[in-house]
């Protein structure tokens, strides 16, 4: 299941297991600071680009199990464009992130992510005709405010790795968007495993471009990378089934301590509170949109940021 379907769904189960769901999520978020965390300790010695791309060649091996539904896919003319459109914005997406990945510290990186939804939210408006009330305006104003405390433009020296996860929220706010729409349509398992090998086949002329042997230790890490994914996004679906997204979505706040605590103790990269800052206050928006969203028994269309996870 996609957690775009995974998201739909948690309002016609949501209640049954609250604890469940709040630990799935914990699960979750140590799932993703562990992805984060390995490809930080590549320390740039295989080329983002290549990097991207062994991390999503390596994790089709878990699309074996679906290979039968794959091959007697048929799809419309309108759904391979949709799938084609959805593949290049997010291998676009993860190739700025794993560039990113390189060159900021984990907080940051974390807390930039939760710009995701936010993105989605406002694309909804443009692509669904979804209307916004004024208190999810302010939400968003908020949640690019708290962008602004992370960036800090004209106080400080950014860095193209910012611009390159802004970047990343536009591409992934889109690539998540088309997965609604095909989410309709057909099912989670297809809407991944095409996404998957979409991405892979995008990635591959880049990563030749910058082609470099890599060690096989450095294979061995992105492998682990696509497993801790692959690991994330099943457990964050475990958790919408068990209890509604507006209670799991706090959860995702302990993404950023984590990436906090990992990058002080094992890269000595210093605590900025100006960037726990700006992530609490775009968490906080993201939460409100995804409550205002269940309070009026909206199908949800803002994600819960794990959800747009490389």
Request: glycine share 8%.
């Amino acid at each position: 299941m996609t957690s775009s379907s995974a998201a739909a769904v948690a309002p016609r189960v949501a209640g049954q297991r609250p604890l469940a769901g709040i630990l799935w999520m914990v699960v979750t978020g140590l799932c993703f600071v562990g992805v984060t965390a390995l490809v930080k300790t590549l320390h740039g010695r295989v080329p983002a680009a290549e990097s991207a791309f062994l991390r999503y060649l390596m994790g089709l091996v878990f699309l074996i199990p679906v290979w039968r539904e794959l091959v007697a896919l048929r799809l419309t003319r309108r759904q391979w464009r949709l799938f084609t459109l959805r593949g290049a914005v997010h291998s676009v997406g993860v190739l700025l992130w794993f560039f990113a990945m390189s060159r900021l510290p984990l907080a940051e990186v974390t807390a930039m992510g939760y710009l995701t939804p936010v993105g989605v939210t406002i694309l909804a408006v443009i692509v669904l005709g979804e209307r916004l009330a004024v208190r999810r305006i302010l939400a968003i104003c908020a949640a690019l405010g708290g962008a602004m405390l992370i960036l800090r433009p004209g106080f400080r020296e950014l860095d193209p790795g910012h611009f390159a996860m802004l970047g990343t929220a536009v591409l992934y706010s889109a690539s998540y968007l088309t997965a609604k729409i095909l989410s309709d349509e057909l099912s989670a398992v297809v809407v991944v495993a095409l996404l998957s090998v979409m991405v892979t086949i995008g990635l591959a002329p880049f990563a030749y471009a910058v082609w470099v042997t890599p060690r096989l230790g450095d294979v061995g890490i992105l492998f682990c990378v696509a497993c801790f994914a692959t690991a994330g996004h099943y457990a964050m679906t475990l958790a919408f089934a068990a209890a509604p997204v507006t209670l799991t979505q706090p959860v995702t706040f302990l993404q950023l301590v984590w990436s906090v605590m990992v990058g002080l103790a094992v890269f000595g990269e210093p605590i900025d509170p100006w960037v726990v800052a700006g992530g609490c206050v775009i968490l906080a928006a993201v939460s409100f949109i995804t409550w205002r969203e269940a309070r009026l028994k909206r199908r949800y269309v803002t994600p819960p940021s794990p959800a747009t996870k490389v």
